[in-house]
């Protein structure tokens, strides 16, 4: 015969045994809980990481990205050069594109002259050609004090100052242009030095102007001389800081 209170009694203990909790295995609950806490973490932790998406990233000046971009696009960098025509400087002083189109004022075939100024003799140290809407332009640049100059119409052939000989002049018709007190050439204690490099010739840039052609440099007078596709009106102006001497050629 089976024992029943033996029974029982090991039924009784066995539930008090589960209402009290006693004998369960708690590792799956702790592991669920340390990787709950992990997730919060890792969540944080990228919240945290995305919080400057929205700012600016500083550059090596001080300048942000977006202030960087603007500053590159509002204030483009300059670009130097002659890109309308020739000559003998990189640089060419804005003031002489008039811009637009148009004909230089006064313009006519009649000869210009300025009597020469008392002063010292004055350097040559550019010439250049440029091509305008409306005109052909040749520029002398100086180092000092605008000289005296004569501008007219001359008969071919062209004959250099001081030596007489026959100076090649391209173009139907010439303008010569003499400058007075002016050199390319300046006198020294030691001897001299050249002020204005060269070249002698320079080509036109334009339809007008074919070329303009050194035809002396003699006793402080130095003279160019025009060649010209036609005979045409010209304008003659002049320039400050430098100083400069601007013959305008109408071109067609």
Known sequence: MTDQRGS????????????????????????????????????????????DDGEDVATTDGASSSDATSLSTSSPSSTTGDPDGTGTTAVVP?????????????????????????????????VRTARHEGFDRVV??????????????????????????????????????RMTPASGVRFTADGYEEVYPGPDRVPGAGSTVTEVVEAGDFEAQTTWAVGLADRVDFAVSVLESPSRLVVDFVNH
């Open 140 to 177: 002398f640049e100086f180092d000092g004090a605008l000289p005296g100059y004569e501008v007219a119409y001359a008969q071919k052939p062209v004959h250099e100052e001081g030596s007489g000989n026959e100076v090649p002049v391209s173009g139907s018709d010439v303008v010569t242009v």
């Open 8 to 51: 029982s009694g090991d039924t009784g203990s066995t539930g008090d045994a589960a209402d009290s909790g006693e004998g369960v295995d708690r590792r799956p609950w702790i592991a669920v809980g340390v990787l709950a806490v992990v997730v919060a973490l890792l969540a944080l932790w990228l919240w945290a990481g995305s919080g």
């Open 94 to 126: 804005a003031d002489e594109d008039p811009g637009g189109i148009s004909i230089p004022p006064g313009a006519s075939t009649t000869p210009v002259s300025v009597p020469a100024p008392a002063i010292e003799t004055t350097g040559l140290v550019a």
